[in-house]
T-cell receptor, first 114, second 112 residues
Framework: KAGVTQTPRYLIKTRGQQVTLSCSPI?????VSWYQQTPGQGLQFLFE???????NKGNFPGRFSGRQFSNSRSEMNVSTLELGDSALYLC?????????????FGPGTRLTVL | GESVGLHLPTLSVQEGDNSIINCAYS??????FIWYKQESGKGPQFIID?????DKRQGQRVTVLLNKTVKHLSLQIAATQPGDSAVYFC???????????FGKGTKLSVKP
């Protein structure tokens, strides 16, 4: 079974631009979560999508948004980029059973804002 | 702020020794805990998980212990190998639809 894939792997943008990142979950997984990872703040939850609906949201400004498609693929968008948005953006997919909620991560997209 | 933290930011062990990585959490309502391993340039890799109705769970060379009385979680790695060198994160989930909250990570360095 293929793992979680994220595209692109690396991205360089300038302040004020916007960016869209893509995530394809493990086949059969219907839930996708996004995280931002920085050396200073660690792994921080952005949002979670399940069946095309945002189910949970972290404490990030409205410049960060996302969506999920009917095939469970998800995108996240960051508008009006700031230097502080430079980070590794990780996507995790999970099957959402009632017993466990193991999340499997993709390799991430490394975003650099200049 | 984060409710999951780590006692040791770095841990250096000799190859073949056992490693113990600790984690404290503050929310007694957390019902599910996971340990992840992250190697340089890669996303976090699932190691082992445990639900709050258990106090111990074993995997291949790894054991997770949960002490709900003191809100403490630990990961034990037996016969540590150079390939175990990575940053280890604990994470907790609060409720069946809660998001995962991660600790800041412990860097494990294995000396040959």
């Amino acid at each position: 079974k293929a793992g979680v894939t994220q595209t692109p792997r690396y991205l360089i943008k300038t302040r004020g631009q916007q960016v869209t990142l893509s995530c394809s979950p493990i086949s059969g997984h219907r839930s996708v979560s996004w995280y931002q990872q920085t050396p200073g703040q660690g792994l921080q939850f952005l949002f979670e999508y399940f069946s095309e609906t945002q189910r949970n949201k972290g404490n990030f400004p409205g410049r960060f948004s996302g969506r999920q498609f009917s095939n469970s693929r998800s995108e996240m968008n960051v508008s009006t980029l700031e230097l502080g948005d430079s980070a590794l953006y990780l996507c995790a997919s999970h099957g959402l059973t009632t017993v466990t909620d193991t999340q499997y991560f993709g390799p991430g997209t490394r975003l650099t804002v200049l | 702020g984060e409710s999951v933290g780590l006692h040791l930011p770095t841990l250096s062990v000799q190859e073949g020794d056992n490693s113990i990585i600790n984690c404290a959490y503050s929310n007694s309502a957390s019902d599910y805990f996971i340990w992840y391993k992250q190697e340089s340039g890669k996303g976090p890799q699932f190691i082992i998980d445990i639900r709050s109705n258990m106090d111990k769970r074993q995997g291949q060379r790894v054991t997770v212990l949960l002490n709900k009385t003191v809100k403490h979680l630990s990961l034990q790695i037996a016969a540590t190998q150079p390939g175990d060198s990575a940053v280890y994160f604990c994470a907790e989930r609060q409720g069946s639809q809660g998001n995962l909250i991660f600790g800041k990570g412990t860097k494990l360095s294995v000396k040959p």
